[in-house]
C-alpha cells in the first residue's frame, strides 16, 4: 500500500486555458499526470522507456518452479471466504489482473501507467479522474472500459474488507465519456488519496456477470474453482486443487511493452507445488526441479541450514542483496482484544522480559538489528523527546498519553551483562505488581481471579521455535507460562483473519509515504473488523486522531511530524514486543537464471527481472532428473 503523489509528463484534455502578459496558468484538474509520487520527481523523468535496472532484451521462456506450504481452494483472492491459489493476491491483481498503475520497484511511492495511462485531480483533492489506456485488452481481446473499473470498484468496495478500509473515503466511480472514469471523494485534503486509486486491480465485468460451461450464473461473492478471465501476463494453464497451479504467459499479452513491463515478467511458466509443511518444501528446494528460488528469513538458517550437495557443487547460488526499502518492523504482537493484555503496565513488562541482544548473539549471529520504530530506516522514526511541531500536536492529547512519553526518550532494554538480566527482571515484576499481578507459588497470579498468567503464541512454521523458546524461558523466570502452538497454514490464516490468537509473530512493512493503509493498521474501526492488519486490537482515541492526522497532512515536513508522532504513541503503549529489522534481502537460487547485473536496491532484488537461460536449464536437467 505504498503511497504516491503526481509528476506531470504532459497536458492534456485542457477544460481552460488562462492567458496573461508572460504566462500560461493550468488548473491543476486540467493537468494529466502519468507518473505519481508522494517523494518529489520521479528519477525517470518524461521520458520513461523501461526501469534502469532491467535488461530490455531479456529473452521470454522456461519454466519458473515455486512450492507453497499449506493449501488452496479459490481463485477469488477478493473475499473473506477461501484461501486463494498463489500466483492471486488479496490485494493487487497477482499475475491475472492489471491495476490501473503499477507501483515503482526502483523508487519509494511511485507508480506508472498500466490499465490508466494518466490521471488528473483538483486542486483540493476532492476527486480523482484516471483515463484508459484505449489498447488494455482482457484475455478473450475484449477491451477494458470504463464499466469494467466503475463494477470493479463498487464490487470490490462491497465484498473485499481490505478495499472497503482503502477506499473508505471514495463515494462514487462515475463515467465521464468512454475512456475517463472520476472517483468522487467524501473530504478534501487527503493528497494521497487521488494517487492511490491507480493501486485497484481491474476486474472483468462481463466475465464475472456471465455464466460457466453449465450454465450457472458467476458470484464473485463465493469462492471460485472456475479459472477467471485475466487482463495481466499470464493466466492459469492447469491446477489441481490445493496442490498444484501453473500458470502460462499470454502470447499476445497487450501491456508487453509498456514501460514497466519491458525486461520484467520473462518466464513463460510458473509452477507451484503446494507442500503439508515448511521442512518437506525445504528439502524439496534442496533436491531441485520443485523450487528455483528461495527467499530466507531466519538468520539462523542463513547461516547454519544451506548445506547441502547442490549448492557445494554451485548448482546453487547463496546470496545478499542491499534493500533499502526492506526494513520492516518485526515483532511478538499481543492482542489486546484478550483481557491478559489489556493493560498497558503487562505489556510494557512483556517487553521489558524480552532478551534481544542474547537471542540475536547466540541465534542470529549478530545480523539482525534492534528495532525501536514502527517507521524504521528514514526520517518518519521518532527519536529523542518530542519537541517543536511534534510536541505542539502531542500536547492537546496530554492527559490521554504515558506521561513517560513527554519526558523519556523511548528506549528499549539492553541485556548485556547478567546483572542487565535481574535488574530488567526486576522491573518486570514491579510493573505486573503495579497492574495487579503477584508471584505466588511460583506462578505470576492475578489477585482479584486468582488465576496465573498464561498465554499461548500462535505460529504457522515451527521455524521460530529456538526463538519463540528463549523469550518462553526468559518468562518462566518471573512465572508466566507460554506455549507455543504450530497450525497448519489454512487454520493459521483462518484464526489471523478472525484474531483468534494471544500472541503471534509478525513483520509489519511501511513505506515512506505512509497515508491511507495506517487506518487498516491501527484504528478502532480496523480492529473490529476481520481480515485488517490492526492485530493488536488497537481502540485508542489518541492514535485514531493521528492516523487521520497523518492522512491529510499538507506537505512532506508536516507528514514527518504527524508520522513521528503516531509512531511515539504507538510505543509508548506498548502493542508490540520489537524484535528487529533487517536492511537485506538473502536469497538462494538455482543456477538457471540470467540475472541483470544491477538489481533495484530499493527491494533488493527483482526476479521479475531475472530469465531462463536455456543452457542453464537444460544442463541442470541432465545433472538433476527431477528438473522440469
Known amino acids: 500500500m505504498t503511497v504516491r503523489f503526481s509528476r506531470f509528463f504532459g497536458i492534456a484534455g485542457l477544460a481552460a486555458v488562462f492567458l496573461s502578459a508572460a504566462t500560461l496558468t493550468i488548473r491543476a484538474e486540467d493537468k494529466w499526470h502519468t507518473t505519481s509520487s508522494l517523494m518529489g520527481e520521479s528519477k525517470y523523468g518524461e521520458d520513461f522507456k523501461h526501469y534502469d535496472y532491467v535488461n530490455p532484451d531479456a529473452p521470454k521462456g522456461g519454466t519458473l518452479n515455486s512450492t507453497?506450504?499449506?493449501?488452496?481452494?479459490?481463485?477469488n483472492p477478493y473475499i473473506v471466504r477461501g484461501t486463494p491459489a498463489a500466483g492471486l493476491v488479496g490485494f493487487g491483481g497477482g499475475h491475472l489482473y492489471d491495476t490501473l498503475m503499477e507501483q515503482a520497484f526502483d523508487e519509494s511511492g511511485v507508480s506508472h501507467p498500466l490499465v490508466a495511462d494518466a490521471y488528473k485531480y483538483p486542486d483540493d483533492y476532492s476527486s480523482a479522474t484516471y483515463r484508459l489506456n484505449p489498447n488494455a485488452r482482457w484475455h478473450d481481446g475484449k477491451p477494458i472500459t470504463v464499466d469494467d473499473v466503475i463494477w470493479t470498484f463498487n464490487t470490490l468496495k462491497a465484498n473485499s474488507p481490505m478495499y472497503g478500509r482503502y477506499y473508505a473515503n471514495v463515494t462514487e466511480a462515475v463515467a465521464v465519456n468512454d475512456r475517463e472514469v472520476e472517483f468522487r471523494f467524501n473530504q478534501k485534503g487527503n493528497r494521497e488519496l487521488p494517487q492511490i486509486i491507480g493501486d485497484m486491480a481491474v476486474l472483468p465485468k462481463h466475465w464475472w456477470e456471465g455464466t460457466d460451461a453449465s450454465g450457472n450464473k458467476r458470484d464473485i461473492t463465493q469462492p471460485t474453482l472456475e479459472p477467471p478471465l485475466g487482463s495481466a501476463a499470464y493466466k492459469i494453464k492447469s491446477f489441481k486443487p490445493g496442490s498444484e497451479i501453473v500458470w502460462e504467459r499470454v502470447p499476445d499479452y497487450w501491456g508487453a511493452k509498456l514501460p514497466v513491463k519491458i525486461g520484467r515478467e520473462n518466464v513463460d511458466t510458473r509452477r507451484y507445488l503446494y507442500f503439508l509443511d515448511n521442512n518437506a518444501a525445504w528439502q524439496a528446494f534442496t533436491k531441485g526441479?520443485?523450487?528455483?528460488?528461495?527467499?530466507?528469513?531466519?538468520?539462523?538458517?542463513?547461516?547454519?541450514?544451506?548445506?547441502?550437495?547442490?549448492?557445494?557443487?554451485?548448482?546453487?547460488?547463496?546470496?545478499?542483496?542491499?534493500?533499502?526499502?526492506?526494513?520492516?518492523?518485526?515483532?511478538?504482537?499481543?492482542?489486546?482484544?484478550?483481557?491478559?493484555?489489556?493493560?498497558?503496565?503487562?505489556?510494557r513488562a512483556l517487553t521489558l522480559a524480552y532478551d534481544f541482544e542474547t537471542i540475536n548473539r547466540t541465534m542470529s549471529f549478530?545480523?539482525?538489528?534492534?528495532?525501536?520504530?514502527?517507521?524504521?530506516?528514514?526520517?518518519?522514526?521518532?527519536?529523542?523527546?518530542?519537541?517543536?511541531?511534534?510536541?505542539?500536536l502531542l500536547t492537546p492529547f496530554k492527559d490521554q498519553l504515558p506521561p513517560e512519553l513527554f519526558t523519556q526518550e523511548f528506549k528499549l532494554p539492553v541485556y548485556a551483562t547478567p546483572q542487565d538480566e535481574r535488574v530488567h527482571l526486576r522491573e518486570v515484576v514491579k510493573l505486573f505488581s503495579e497492574a495487579g499481578w503477584h508471584l505466588k507459588d511460583g506462578k505470576m497470579t492475578n489477585d482479584k481471579t486468582g488465576r496465573?498468567?498464561?498465554?499461548?503464541?500462535?505460529?504457522?512454521?515451527?521455524?521460530?521455535?529456538?526463538?519463540?523458546?528463549?523469550?518462553?524461558?526468559?518468562?518462566?523466570?518471573?512465572?508466566?507460562?507460554?506455549?507455543?502452538?504450530?497450525?497448519?497454514p489454512s487454520q493459521y490464516v483462518e484464526r489471523v483473519n478472525n484474531?483468534?490468537?494471544?500472541?503471534?509473530?509478525?513483520?509489519?512493512?511501511?513505506?515512506?509515504?505512509?497515508?491511507?493503509?495506517?487506518?487498516?493498521?491501527?484504528?478502532?474501526?480496523?480492529?473490529?473488523?476481520p481480515g485488517s492488519r490492526n492485530y493488536s486490537g488497537i481502540k485508542n482515541p489518541?492514535?485514531?486522531a493521528l492516523v487521520e492526522r497523518v492522512i491529510f497532512t499538507t506537505d512532506r515536513e508536516d507528514l514527518v511530524v504527524a508520522t513521528r508522532a503516531l509512531d511515539r504513541v504507538l510505543l509508548w503503549n506498548f502493542y508490540v514486543v520489537p524484535q528487529f529489522t533487517r536492511d537485506v534481502e538473502w536469497l538462494a537460487y538455482w543456477n538457471k537464471f540470467g540475472i541483470p547485473e544491477k538489481q533495484p536496491d530499493y527491494i533488493g532484488a527483482d526476479t521479475e527481472s531475472w530469465w531462463i537461460d536455456p543452457e542453464k536449464e537444460k544442463a541442470l536437467a541432465a545433472k538433476y532428473k527431477s528438473v522440469n
Open 68 to 75: 507453497v506450504v499449506g493449501t488452496f481452494d479459490s481463485f
Open 289 to 347: 526441479g520443485f523450487q528455483d528460488i528461495e527467499s530466507e528469513a531466519s538468520a539462523r538458517d542463513w547461516m547454519t541450514k544451506y548445506k547441502f550437495p547442490a549448492l557445494d557443487a554451485g548448482d546453487v547460488i547463496k546470496k545478499e542483496f542491499k534493500a533499502t526499502g526492506r526494513a520492516n518492523f518485526q515483532g511478538w504482537i499481543m492482542n489486546s482484544r484478550r483481557p491478559i493484555f489489556a493493560d498497558r503496565n503487562v505489556r
Open 366 to 392: 549478530g545480523l539482525n538489528k534492534r528495532v525501536n520504530s514502527y517507521f524504521v530506516g528514514g526520517d518518519l522514526a521518532s527519536r529523542g523527546l518530542p519537541e517543536g511541531k511534534e510536541l505542539e
Open 452 to 488: 496465573p498468567l498464561e498465554f499461548e503464541i500462535l505460529s504457522n512454521s515451527d521455524s521460530i521455535e529456538t526463538m519463540a523458546n528463549s523469550y518462553i524461558n526468559s518468562l518462566r523466570k518471573i512465572g508466566v507460562t507460554v506455549r507455543l502452538r504450530v497450525v497448519d
Open 499 to 529: 484474531f483468534d490468537y494471544d500472541m503471534i509473530m509478525l513483520s509489519l512493512a511501511q513505506s515512506e509515504s505512509p497515508g491511507n493503509e495506517q487506518r487498516d493498521f491501527w484504528s478502532s474501526k480496523a480492529a473490529d473488523s
Open 542 to 544: 489518541v492514535v485514531d
